[in-house]
């Protein structure tokens, strides 16, 4: 008997039962990884169509445009396309301007991040600087399409959890504040007003296209030929973290024209 017991052990006999696992599932310890390397890129891409659209580049009607930035926004998790859109044409208009444009670290980021571990810590969190900045520095009320905006996503938020779970609303925040932070794609944050590449292009002609910068400079290379520039978004991070002499206060500030 012993012996025929040995013989179906060695040859291998059908499980009576599944194997009952304890732990999560496998793919559950690469989710940050796929938050970082996939999530990140795709709401990054989003962030960059929520700004064309909040300079109205998809339509000629605005309110087209708006409404395409609310769906562009709805992966992203948190409503912003409609605010960002209010003080990004402030920061076209009142390029630098102490107090009017919100794209400039405040004062007290700049006296806080001045070393290596601080310069971490915000490129880390630079979307919550960025979009935190406005409420303490100028806020201003909310209109009745950021209450559409806010609606339309927490109903979406909403409906993830209700059919997802908490984990899948998580992942969508997990890849904008990764893609937003310490990534190389949101090297450019840094790149655009520390060391100018089409930015400057676009800064004169807003109303052209991203993907048309280019053809700005090569009709006109005696303005745009020459301006420093890098070419990796990924070594702009490296370079503004490690180099002590860049840090929040390398933006040029202008008091407002008071009008006659």
């Known amino acids: ?6 013989e179906e052990e060695k040859e291998g006999v059908m499980a009576t039962d599944f194997f009952w696992s304890y732990t999560d599932e ?3 310890s690469r989710r940050p990884l796929d938050c970082y390397f996939f999530g990140s890129f795709l709401n990054h891409n989003l962030f960059l ?3 064309e659209l909040s300079h109205n580049l998809a339509f000629s009607t605005p309110v087209y445009n708006r409404l ?3 769906f562009a926004n709805l992966p992203i998790g948190v409503p912003m396309s409609v605010t960002f859109q209010k003080y ?11 107090g009017v444009d919100m794209d400039i670290p405040s004062q007290a980021e700049a006296h806080l991040v001045t070393n290596v571990v601080a310069k971490v810590i915000w490129v880390v969190c630079q979307l919550f600087f960025y979009s935190l900045r406005p409420l303490f520095l100028k806020p201003k009320p909310p209109g009745c399409w950021e209450f559409v905006n806010f609606a339309v996503q927490i109903a979406l938020d909403v409906a993830v959890v209700y059919f997802w779970g908490w984990k899948s609303l ?6 904008t504040f990764v893609g937003g932070g310490m990534h190389p794609m949101a090297g ?9 590449g089409y930015h400057n292009e676009h800064h004169d002609f807003p109303r052209i296209p991203g993907s048309k910068l280019h053809k700005v400079k090569k009709i006109a290379p005696e303005y745009y030929e020459g301006l ?3 070419k990796s978004w990924s070594q702009v991070i490296y370079m503004y973290i490690m180099d002590h002499t860049v840090g929040p206060f390398s933006r040029m500030k202008r008091k407002e024209k008071k009008s006659d």
């Open 228 to 230: 420093e520039s890098y």
């Open 88 to 98: 990004h044409l402030e920061h076209h208009r009142f390029q630098g301007v102490d």
């Open 68 to 70: 395409i930035g609310i």
């Open 26 to 28: 496998p793919h559950a």
């Open 188 to 196: 450019h944050f840094i790149s655009e007003h520390f060391s100018v």
């Open 49 to 51: 169509a929520i700004h």
């Open 1 to 6: 008997m012993c012996r025929v017991e040995e």
């Open 170 to 175: 998580a992942y969508l925040i997990l890849s």
